[in-house]
C-alpha cells in the first residue's frame, strides 16, 4: 500500500491527567478513511466513521475518538465507554480453560491485547486472549472488571470497610464526586474518605456512608466520646463565628462546632448558650440564678428590667424585704378584698372596669400608692371584662415595668369560668376559650412575673356563685397561692 497526501507533521503523543491525547503519527486519507502509520511505515490502524481497526489483531482496539481536527494536531477527550458503545458487537464463542475465558471468533482466532463489545457489554482482553478481572490501568487510569469479566460501570465497589466507585465512563473515581445529589470524595487510591478531611485548604466532614454533610450535623469527638453539633455550608465547609441561623443566634468554633454554655465575646461581653447551641435571649434561669440576655444574645448587667436588679455578674438581685401588696383589678379583686380583709393591704379595684378605667383611672391610683411605697409589691388581675384587649393590657404592663423599676409587678391569669353551668357569659365574651387564649398571651409576655392560678384552680377545684365570680373558699385558695408565688 502506498502513502499518498501524508501529513508530514508527526506531533508528540502525550495524555495528560484529563484524559486529553494528542495526535503523535503522520496519517493520509483513503476512500474516505485515515490511515495512521509508525514512523517506520507500518500501517497501525483505520480509523473509520465508527471505529479504530487494529489490523494485526482483527479486533477493535478503541472506538470513535471524536477527533475534531487530527490534520492539525488538536487535543481530543477520550471516552472508552462511550465510544465503545457505538462499535459493533463481536460475534463468536466463549471458551473456558484453566486459566480463565477467552473470546474465540468465527474465524478461530482469539480476541487478544483489547477492548471488545461482545453482547453489549465491554471486556478487555489481555496479550494471551484472556479476558481481564479486578483492576486494570489502561492508559494512566484504572478500570475495574467484575468477575465475569464485564467493564464495571456506575458501580459501587465494596469490600469491608472499603468503598470505590467506577464512573459511569468505567474510570476509577478519584477527588471529589457528585452521586444522586450528595458530594463524596476518593483519596488517590480510590478509596471513599470518611470523616474529617482537608482539601485544597479546606475542612470537610464526610458521614459513615460517605456523603459531605451540609447543614446541621451531629460529629462524635473521640476526646470524649460525645456527640457535638456541628453546622456546615451548601458547600460543605464549616461555618464560623457569629451565625443567625433560623432566627437563633449560634456561635461557631473553626470545625463549625455549636458553642454552648458560657462564652465571652469581644472581651467584654458574656453570652449563653443552650445545649442545641442557640444563644439565650430573655430570662434565663442557669444554676440556680437569674439572667437576662439582649435580643442579640449579650448578658445584661447593672441594670433594672421588669422590676429586677442585675448586679455586675448579672445575676439577678433577689431582695428579701418585706415588700406591701398592691391589688389592681376588677370585680373579682374587689369581692376578694371583702374576704381576705387584711388592712396591710391595698387596692386599685372596680367592679365592671377593664383596660380603659385602668389606663385613666387606676394607673393614677397606683402611682399615688408607689410614691409612698415604691417597692411594693403589685398583683395585676384584670382581663375577665375584656379579652379582646389582651395586647392593649400588654403593651400597658411593659410600660409600668418601665416607670416603676423598683416595684416588683406581676400578672396573675385571668382565673377560670364557669361557662357550661352557666352558659350566658358566653354571649358576654367570657368563655373558657376566651380566657384561655388571653393567658396563654400573658404568659409568653412575662415569663418571669406570671403567676397561674388558672391551672392551680383548674387542679385543686374552684366554685363560682355566677359563674364568674368566687366563692369565699376559692378566693381563700386564689389569695394563698398569690403569696406562695411572690415570696
Known amino acids: 500500500m502506498q502513502q ?6 508527526a506531533v508528540q503523543r502525550r495524555e495528560n491527567a484529563q484524559g486529553i491525547v494528542w495526535a503523535a503519527v503522520p496519517y493520509r486519507r483513503e476512500n474516505g478513511n485515515m ?15 465508527l471505529s479504530f481497526m487494529a489490523p494485526d489483531s482483527s479486533i477493535y482496539a ?34 473456558k480453560s484453566s486459566k480463565g475465558y477467552r473470546f474465540k471468533l468465527k474465524t478461530n482466532q482469539y480476541l487478544k491485547n483489547g477492548w471488545a463489545r461482545i453482547e453489549g457489554r465491554i471486556y478487555c482482553f ?11 490501568t489502561y492508559r494512566n487510569r484504572k478500570y475495574y472488571f467484575k468477575s465475569n469479566g464485564q467493564l464495571a460501570v456506575n458501580y459501587w465497589l465494596r469490600n469491608g470497610d472499603r468503598t470505590c466507585y467506577l464512573k459511569l465512563d468505567g474510570t476509577l473515581a478519584i477527588g471529589m464526586l457528585r452521586y444522586g445529589g450528595n458530594y463524596y470524595y476518593f483519596n488517590e487510591r480510590g478509596l471513599m474518605v470518611r470523616g474529617w478531611i482537608e482539601i485544597d485548604n479546606k475542612m470537610y466532614y464526610f458521614r459513615e456512608d460517605g456523603t459531605r454533610a451540609s447543614g446541621w450535623e451531629m460529629i462524635t469527638d473521640p476526646s470524649d466520646g460525645k456527640d457535638y453539633r456541628h453546622y456546615f455550608s451548601a458547600a460543605g465547609t464549616p461555618v464560623t463565628g457569629w451565625k443567625m441561623i433560623d432566627g437563633k443566634q449560634y456561635h461557631l468554633t473553626d470545625t463549625g462546632r455549636v458553642t ?51 448586679g455586675s455578674d448579672g445575676r439577678r438581685v433577689e431582695d428579701s424585704e418585706e415588700r406591701k401588696y398592691i391589688f389592681c383589678g376588677d370585680s373579682r379583686t374587689v369581692l376578694m378584698s371583702r374576704v381576705i380583709n387584711n388592712p396591710d393591704h391595698l387596692y386599685v379595684a372596680r ?17 399615688k400608692y408607689l410614691e409612698k411605697d415604691p417597692k411594693a409589691k ?46 350566658d357569659i358566653i354571649e358576654r365574651h367570657k368563655s373558657t376559650a376566651e380566657v384561655e387564649a388571653f393567658n396563654k398571651k400573658m404568659k409568653a409576655a412575662f415569663p418571669t412575673r406570671y403567676i397561674d392560678a388558672y391551672s392551680y384552680l383548674k387542679q385543686i377545684g374552684f366554685g363560682t356563685i355566677d359563674g364568674v365570680h368566687y366563692t369565699d373558699q376559692t378566693y381563700r385558695d386564689i389569695y394563698q397561692y398569690v403569696l406562695s408565688q411572690t415570696k
Request: glycine fraction near 8%; aromatic fraction near 16%.
Open 351 to 367: 367592679s365592671g372596669c377593664g383596660y380603659i378605667w385602668f389606663r385613666s383611672t387606676g394607673m393614677g391610683e397606683l402611682q
Open 4 to 9: 499518498s497526501e501524508t501529513d508530514n507533521e
Open 126 to 136: 489481555d496479550a494471551n486472549g484472556y479476558r481481564r478481572v479486578g483492576f486494570y
Open 62 to 95: 478503541e472506538a470513535a475518538l471524536n477527533i475534531e481536527d487530527v490534520r492539525q494536531a488538536s487535543a481530543y477527550q477520550y471516552d472508552l465507554v462511550s465510544n465503545m458503545r457505538k462499535t459493533p458487537n463481536r460475534v463468536g464463542t466463549w471458551v
Open 378 to 423: 403589685i398583683i395585676l388581675n384584670l382581663g375577665v371584662n375584656d379579652v379582646s384587649n389582651c395586647e392593649k393590657y400588654i403593651n400597658l404592663y411593659k410600660d409600668l415595668f418601665k416607670m416603676y423599676p423598683m416595684a416588683k409587678i406581676y400578672i396573675m391569669s385571668v382565673n377560670p369560668v364557669d361557662d357550661v353551668n352557666y352558659p
Open 260 to 310: 454552648v454554655g458560657w462564652e465571652k465575646v469581644h472581651n467584654n461581653y458574656w453570652c449563653y448558650f443552650e445545649k442545641d447551641g442557640s444563644g439565650a435571649v430573655g430570662w434565663k434561669e442557669i444554676d440556680g440564678s437569674w439572667y437576662c440576655f439582649s435580643n442579640e444574645g449579650i448578658m445584661l448587667v447593672n441594670q433594672w428590667v421588669d422590676g429586677y436588679y442585675l
Open 35 to 49: 490511515i495512521w502509520w509508525k514512523r517506520t511505515g507500518l500501517m497501525i490502524c483505520l480509523c473509520t466513521a
